[in-house]
Nanobody
Framework: ESRLVESGGGLAQPGGSLRLSCAASGFTFGSYNMKWVRQAPGKGLEWVSSIDPGGRTTNYAASVKGRFTISRDNANNMLYLQLNSLKFEDTAMYYC????????????RGQGTQVTVSS
């Protein structure tokens, strides 16, 4: 059974930083594109960033480009998202998922990790 477990969220001040982690199991992690998506209160799911299997190609939503960095460790089946220069509008539940595009869906549903940006 494939599984994704997110962690690392928390409370941060505007301008602060957090590092999110995602532990993958039950599938060949290094063979898949991976992505982060987020959902703010009362809003739909928003694609944040994607990374290819080798970690060499990445893509970011305009709203986070230059502030967030996606990375992966295939040896340990881990996906990461470094969040810098946090803004109030980054407040959301963050999820890792398989796939490159926003619509790609392999069915996993992790519990997510909450990021709250507040002064």
């Amino acid at each position: 059974e494939s599984r994704l477990v997110e962690s690392g969220g928390g409370l941060a001040q505007p301008g602060g930083s957090l590092r999110l982690s995602c532990a993958a199991s039950g599938f060949t992690f290094g063979s898949y594109n991976m992505k982060w998506v987020r959902q703010a209160p009362g809003k739909g799911l928003e694609w944040v960033s994607s990374i290819d299997p080798g970690g060499r190609t990445t893509n970011y939503a305009a709203s986070v480009k230059g502030r967030f960095t996606i990375s992966r460790d295939n040896a340990n089946n881990m996906l990461y998202l470094q969040l810098n220069s946090l803004k109030f509008e980054d407040t959301a539940m963050y999820y890792c998922r398989r796939g490159w595009t926003a619509s790609a869906d392999y069915g996993e549903r992790g519990q997510g990790t909450q990021v709250t940006v507040s002064s």
